[in-house]
């Protein structure tokens, strides 16, 4: 268990790490993620290893912000204690926004970023992963998040937060390098001046120690985001004006083009996508040529209410769909299966032919 200090002397010496650090490359850290990790192989599962109660109280009551109220269990028991939705994050927590739980270390963090905009979150993330520990514990549904790293949009990145003031833009920090490098190549793609306006609308991330989730009427808002592993984004719309929070016009060209880009990154596997299947419908007419859609289409998953952003989530590690080789996500009724596709492997050449430049973007 890493000490309180730690973080401290991380977060003190920020500005001095992105000048001196050594960074590992994305692709050996991609390639060591490759290993076979602990992850089941049904997607939807999200189970992680589990703290067991007692193990490590003091860690979970410092971290878990629902930890008095779930009886002092580290993980929150998964069963709500009444059935009717929205009557389970803790009462106390339910206000309309989470900033009140951030620690020093975030405040500091976000200070630093903001008053320096040529800071290289890429950089800093990537110095961080080869350090730090595990950051999400417990499942998405009832977990929480240690020392989370907060979503911070800058000039390179064409992030624009959908709900800025309620600090609930806190992930892993592969989920924060993840976001960040798919912003980036969002203004790449989108470089001309007719399309200057096109932004990235991400939704929740989690809480700055994770937990349940409220919205903004205090109930609760998400069945997951408690952990730092998963993240809504706004549809990718090109025509002006460039909406500020999520719209149902689904732009099924652009929306492929942003969804492969997400799988493609360097930082986080995504274990599934979830969208309404009558959009999933409209990606399968937009990228019906595509040789990656039959592959990349197991991992975008109908579920209800996702008619207005997709919902992305991550696995611990970074790699191809899937997270892991026998990955077996649910497949749609009317998805044709291909027998004889050995997926990983081509998933693994796939990945190793992304784009680099977002990698690196000098000041
Ligand atoms: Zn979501």
Redesign the pocket.
């Known amino acids: 268990m890493k000490s309180r200090g730690y973080t401290r002397y991380m977060m003190a010496s920020l500005p001095f790490l992105v000048f001196f650090l050594s960074v590992l490359p994305p692709d050996a850290q991609a390639a060591q993620a490759f290993a076979p990790g602990d992850l089941p192989p049904e997607p939807s599962s999200d189970y992680l290893e589990v703290l067991e109660d007692g193990e490590d109280l003091g860690f979970c009551a410092e971290w878990n912000p629902e930890f008095v109220y779930r009886g002092h269990h580290c993980c929150a028991k998964a069963k709500p204690r009444k059935k009717r939705r929205g009557s389970w994050c803790d009462p106390k927590r339910t206000r309309s926004n989470y900033c009140h739980e951030m620690t020093e270390d975030q405040h500091f963090y976000r200070d630093v970023l903001l008053a320096d905009s040529n800071i290289d979150v890429l950089q800093l993330v990537e110095s961080d992963l080869g350090i730090k520990g595990r950051q999400s514990y417990c499942s998405v549904n009832n977990g929480f998040l240690a020392w989370g790293r907060q979503l911070i949009p800058n000039s390179r990145n064409r992030i624009h937060l959908k709900s800025p003031d309620r600090c609930v833009d806190f992930g892993t920090d592969r989920m924060i390098g993840m976001i960040e490098w798919v912003g980036r190549r969002v203004a790449e793609r989108y470089y001309a001046p007719e399309f200057e306006k096109v932004r990235l609308v991400v939704?929740?991330i989690s809480a700055p120690r994770g937990g349940c989730l409220a919205g903004r009427s205090g109930r609760r808002g998400?069945a997951?985001?408690t952990s730092g592993l998963?993240v809504?984004f706004g549809f990718l719309v090109e025509k002006k004006p460039a909406p500020n929070t999520f719209t149902r016009e689904f732009d099924a060209k652009a929306n492929w083009w942003l969804l492969k880009q997400l799988f493609q990154n360097p930082y986080a596997c995504i274990k599934v996508v979830f969208l309404d299947r009558r959009l999933i419908r409209k990606l399968a007419k937009a990228a019906k040529d595509d040789p990656m859609w039959p592959v990349l289409r197991r991992f975008i998953r109908h579920v209800k209410f996702h008619r207005n952003?997709h919902?992305v989530r991550i696995g611990p590690h970074a790699g191809p769909p899937g997270c892991e080789a026998d990955a077996n996500p649910e497949l749609e009724a009317n998805i044709e299966e291909n027998t004889d596709y050995d997926g990983f492997s081509d998933l693994l050449e796939w990945m190793e032919a992304r784009p680099t430049s977002t990698l690196r973007i000098d000041p």
């Open positions: 939704g929740d998400h997951s985001h998963d809504d952003h919902h």
